[in-house]
């Protein structure tokens, strides 16, 4: 295992300190923070559950090393990974658990040149931000993509850290296959890196990683050769890992015809025999008939088939030749969802329907009739009707629809807040905290909820919401869309179900929610997390196909998150309607995205025992934050462990050494997965000034010195 980095602070890219910054992005505890630590004991309140010794949680997420120019664009999706977490050390001495904290950059080829380069003022990418804003004029589009080739170019000079040829960040998502923990952003092939000192390793091309030791294995790699391989690398943030086949599908979505490839990579260390499917390696196959160059984030993986979307949220720079943004989301055109066995991407079959936008889709899975034979493929997802969250993370104005036909929703109705049953509090739950901690009922004393819209079938307004979609998969005559409509019409992102569940038919779903509306947030605002849900999807399923609700538009459950809560009834400590649940978290008190990890009781042929597990997640209480906004240096986040079968009670607190910036996507890592890594023979350094200093030839004190003269004329 490599060594422990030490704990380090980035002297030359410490954040200035205005009054507060106007980017809501950059503020509070999105701020982000330049210290990174080893492995560090954290003390907890609560009971650990055995469950966890020797696993670790880690979360990525976007923490922007170059920040001193807070007025420029950002956007929640730039800037550099960050992967923050915690690892559930054995104490053997001891015989209990010891709970380790642990951050880390990491260590990109963008991130290298930029803590290198000290003239830098702000990153070396163009933000998403100035892409997406209708004000942007191409001349400063193109100023900014050309400052970022420029860069590019001077890091191959002698005395440069680190020369770019990846132009990945690699903070959007974590992942494991066959031995090795991946760090994924759609700008670039996976990042490998160590668990649990989350060190870094090196790029993994679809064979191995730098970093490995050498292999003579010929095969092909992410991206293959010529003069685009680089672009046809790119790789989805979030491939699947088949818990059954363990075979890793991604997907790699480019500018250029046939715009999306498609890669199933095998396990050769830990590959199981399953009855579904033959190990088939495919590397960077086309897929046929994605209609242009799209932002495309996610797609929806089975047991046997693939599901890429091709929404009409295009990301193509060539627009800027047509004096267009190269970001766009166009409602007049339809969403188009292309199926195919999982090796054959060339054997595509489209189904279209109604324009959307889905970040995120939640799991996927074949429906066989009783022949066995495959008669549709269902699909959850998160989605969207408008692309608005878009540009609200970068603090810009959403654009206004045309092209569709809004109707006006009816008049709010609205309620007083409802009263909440007292079982349902922290005074009610386990005694968590330490002797002398006040403790306080976190229902009674939160903020109001926001009114509730009626349900107005006939209006696609600004939603994010849990989806199911069925594929008719009989008839390869005509593609048709039996089953479209909303589970439920509450806000909801960052869903997950239990690992082993992924690919077939789970019967719950877990994610985030908010009480405050929706998270398309209004300009100057960020979108916050203080409620996490869980949904019986079986049960809202079952409803919706004997009672259909309107397609496309239509909702099997129309209750508001207050009226969830409102609801919300335990008998003998049990709710009594759980197919919805929500955990509200205490007033200043937001979440990240919750992962469910498997208790001893979990089983994956019972559905009642489905939801024997909990959820993780990284708290952080806003209180802690300045008048200014500003988060003091002595600011932390915990680490929540939420019973997730109960959806009520705080099992552990586990408080972290600093505070974990609002990030992304995260994973559960057993201990049997850490335990069974390949070997690294590397890991990648970050030198100090000093070092870089005392090693440099005089042609490279030459080329460095230049580096930092054009970037100081181009102002940084």
């Not at 600004?462 to 390869?476: G, I, N, P, T, V």
């Not at 947030?521 to 203080?530: F, P």
């Not at 992962?595 to 089983?603: D, I, M, N, Q």
Request: aromatic fraction near 8%.
């Amino acid at each position: 295992m490599p060594p422990e980095q030490p704990e380090s602070v980035l002297g030359k890219r410490k954040r200035a300190s205005p009054p507060k910054p106007a980017h809501p992005y950059l503020a509070g505890n999105f701020a982000p923070i330049q210290k990174t630590v080893p492995l560090t004991p954290c003390s907890y309140s609560g009971t650990i559950p055995r469950e966890l010794l020797g696993g670790e949680y880690v979360r990525n997420g976007s923490n922007p090393v170059t920040n001193e120019d807070l007025g420029r664009d950002a956007h929640w999706f730039d800037g550099d990974g960050m992967i923050s977490g915690v690892h559930f050390t054995r104490d053997e001495k001891e015989g209990i658990v010891r709970p380790d904290f642990v951050n880390q950059f990491i260590l990109t080829d963008l991130f290298l040149s930029a803590t290198s380069t000290s003239a830098l003022k702000k990153p070396i990418l163009p933000s998403i931000a100035t892409l997406v804003n209708p004000v942007s004029t191409l001349l400063s589009i193109c100023l900014s993509i050309f400052r970022a080739i420029l860069l590019v170019v001077l890091s191959r000079l002698p005395g440069s850290e680190k020369t770019i040829k990846k132009i990945s960040v690699a903070n959007t998502s974590i992942i494991y296959h066959d031995g090795r923990a991946l760090a994924t952003c759609e700008s670039g092939p996976p990042m490998r890196v160590q668990l649990p000192g989350l060190e870094t390793v090196g790029w993994y091309n679809g064979v191995k990683a730098e970093g490995e030791p050498i292999t003579h294995r010929e095969e092909a790699t992410f991206g293959g050769n010529g003069l685009l391989s680089w672009m046809k690398e790119w790789t989805t943030a979030h491939p699947r890992v088949d818990p059954e086949t363990n075979e890793m599908i991604l997907f790699h979505s480019s500018f250029l015809p046939p715009f999306v490839h498609y890669s199933v990579i095998p396990a050769t260390r830990t590959a199981k025999t399953a009855n579904s499917l033959p190990s088939k390696r495919l590397v960077s196959q086309a897929v046929s008939g994605v209609s242009s160059a799209k932002m495309m984030h996610d797609f929806g993986v089975s047991a046997n088939h693939t599901v890429i979307m091709d929404l009409p949220l295009s990301l193509d720079p060539l627009q800027l030749a047509k004096n267009k943004a190269p970001i766009m989301y166009d409602p007049s055109k339809p969403s188009r969802f292309g199926i195919f066995p999982r090796h054959e991407p060339s054997n595509v079959r489209w189904f279209q329907t109604s324009a959307c936008c889905i970040f995120h889709t939640v799991n996927t899975w074949d429906v066989k009739n009783k022949k066995g034979k495959i008669t549709a493929i269902d699909m959850l997802a998160c989605r969207m009707t408008s692309a608005s969250l878009v540009f609200s993370a970068g603090n810009i104005a959403a654009p206004e629809m045309t092209g569709i036909t809004v109707v006006e929703p009816e008049p709010l109705r609205i309620s007083s807040r409802p009263t909440l049953s007292h079982s349902y509090s922290y005074e009610q739950g386990p005694s968590l905290e330490s002797p002398g901690f006040e403790r306080n009922s976190f229902i009674d004393s939160s903020p109001p909820l926001s009114p509730t819209p009626t349900i107005n079938h006939l209006s696609e307004d600004d939603q994010c919401r849990l989806y199911y979609y069925s594929f008719a998969m009989s008839s390869r005559s005509q593609n048709t869309i039996t089953h479209q409509w909303a589970l439920s019409a509450i806000t909801f992102e960052f869903p997950s179900v239990a690992p082993s569940r992924e690919m077939s038919s789970a019967r719950y779903v877990y994610g985030c929610t908010t009480t405050c509306g929706s998270f398309n947030t209004a300009l100057g605002k960020a979108a916050k997390i203080d409620a996490l849900a869980k949904f019986d999807v079986k049960a809202l399923i079952s409803r919706g196909q004997s009672n259909p609700p309107p397609a496309v538009t239509g909702c099997v459950d129309e209750r508001s998150v207050g009226e969830i809560l409102a609801a919300q009834e335990f008998e003998d400590g049990h709710l009594k309607d759980k197919t919805i649940q929500i955990f509200r978290l205490p007033p200043n008190h937001y979440a990240q995205e919750p992962r469910f990890v498997p208790s001893s009781s979990y089983s994956n042929d019972d559905d009642e025992n489905e939801d024997a597990g909990y959820l993780l997640t990284y708290v952080f209480d806003e209180s802690q934050l300045l008048p200014n906004g500003e988060p003091p240096p002595t600011a932390f986040s915990e680490l929540w462990i939420v019973d997730a079968k109960g959806m009520r009670d705080v099992l552990a607190k586990i408080k972290l050494p600093q505070r974990v910036p609002y990030g992304l996507h995260g994973s559960w890592f057993p201990e049997k997965a850490i335990l069974e890594q390949r070997e690294v023979s590397s890991v990648r350094r970050q030198k100090s000034v000093e070092q870089q200093d005392d090693e440099m030839t005089w042609m490279e004190r030459m080329g460095r010195g230049l580096t930092e003269a054009v970037v100081r004329a181009i102002g940084g």
